[in-house]
Nanobody, 114 residues
Framework: QVQLVESGGGLVQPGGPLRLPCAASGFGFSSYLMNWYRQPPGKEREFVAY????????NYADSVKGRFTISRDNAKNTVVLQMNNLKPEDTAVYYC???????YGPGTQVTVSS
């Protein structure tokens, strides 16, 4: 079964860290570029970061540069979004995505609040 499953979301205080793993199955994970997207409450889904298939190149939205890091482990079929110095405006449902397969996971909720 082709699927993505995000985890690691929750409630965190401003300035805190959170790590979001996304587990992939059912397709050749190591051959695909992977994205993270997020959808803030009441807003459209927006791009957060991508990483190329071998992990050699990454790119970030300006709003998260210097705070978020995307990485992947092709042996474990996992892509991870490490989020540091979180802000209330980072509150959103976070999704991992395989653009070539038009595939999203169900998402994980991140809430940044004191």
């Amino acid at each position: 079964q082709v699927q993505l499953v995000e985890s690691g979301g929750g409630l965190v205080q401003p300035g805190g860290p959170l790590r979001l793993p996304c587990a992939a199955s059912g397709f050749g994970f190591s051959s695909y570029l992977m994205n993270w997207y997020r959808q803030p409450p009441g807003k459209e889904r927006e791009f957060v970061a991508y990483i190329t298939s071998a992990g050699g190149s990454t790119n970030y939205a300006d709003s998260v540069k210097g705070r978020f890091t995307i990485s992947r482990d092709n042996a474990k079929n996992t892509v991870v979004l490490q989020m540091n110095n979180l802000k209330p405006e980072d509150t959103a449902v976070y999704y991992c995505n395989v653009p070539r397969l038009s595939l999203y996971g169900p998402g994980t909720q991140v809430t940044v609040s004191s």
